[in-house]
Nanobody
Framework: QVQLVESGGGFVQPGGSLRLSCSAS????????MGWYRQAPGKQRELVAA???????NYADSVKGRFTISRDNAKNTVNLQMNSLKPEDTAVYYC??????????????WGQGPKVTVSS
């Protein structure tokens, strides 16, 4: 199994910045896509940003131009730099990772979901 450990959540005023980090450990065969999802109270979980092993990041329209996702394949780590934060960014942020077992089999994992609060 794989464990995803996140760090970097907290409180920030509008316009501020936070950086989230997520590291995978455990029985790792091959980590493919990694990303960040968020879930606000009473809302469905939504994709914030994702990145393939070779790059090619993509973002939700609501965060494009403000958030940057990056990864370090050697360390099995994915990061999310969040700038120009808005109150509507307030949510629990979940790291996600896909583990590739074989050409036909894979599984996925979620981080523990630190909370990000953006408020004046």
């Amino acid at each position: 199994q794989v464990q995803l450990v996140e760090s970097g959540g907290g409180f920030v005023q509008p316009g501020g910045s936070l950086r989230l980090s997520c590291s995978a450990s455990g029985i790792i065969y091959y980590i493919g896509d990694m990303g960040w999802y968020r879930q606000a109270p009473g809302k469905q979980r939504e994709l914030v940003a994702a990145i393939a092993r070779a790059g090619s990041p993509n973002y939700a329209d609501s965060v494009k131009g403000r958030f940057t996702i990056s990864r370090d394949n050697a360390k099995n780590t994915v990061n999310l730099q969040m700038n120009s934060l808005k109150p509507e960014d307030t949510a629990v942020y979940y790291c996600s990772a896909h583990r590739i077992l074989t050409l036909e089999e894979s599984d996925g994992y979620w981080g523990q979901g630190p909370k990000v609060t953006v408020s004046s």
